[in-house]
């Protein structure tokens, strides 16, 4: 449950839900987005508590399996940011794939 804050966190800070990588569609297209009213209050919920951190760190460990692999590959990572324009990520581990 904290991983899932921490990443939402991120992302709310860092705007990621701003649509950065999104196209809009032409407008004779779009539709009003369908929200349940569950999922709206939680969403209110996680704001306002996120809304009120200065600071959020995130420790992110990847396990990779691969058909032909003679083991699992591991990557260690740590992310912060800072309000109002901070941002670190640390790749703790040795680079994947050479």
């Keep these: ?22 196209q809009d569609a032409p407008p004779e297209t779009r539709q009003p987005a369908r929200i349940q009213p569950e999922a709206k209050k939680a969403l209110e919920r996680m704001a306002a508590f996120y809304k009120k951190m200065d600071t959020a760190t995130v420790n992110a460990t990847m396990k990779i ?3 032909g692999l ?14 109002p324009n901070k941002f670190l990520s640390i790749s703790q581990s040795p680079m994947m794939g050479g």
Aim: glycine share 10%; charged share 15%; proline share 3%.
């Design 70 to 83: 003679p083991q699992a590959m591991r990557q260690e990572a740590m992310t912060a940011i800072q309000r």
């Design 65 to 67: 399996e691969a058909e």
């Design 1 to 22: 449950m904290l991983l899932t804050r921490s990443i939402i966190c991120a992302g709310i800070l860092l705007g990621v839900g701003n649509g950065l990588h999104a």
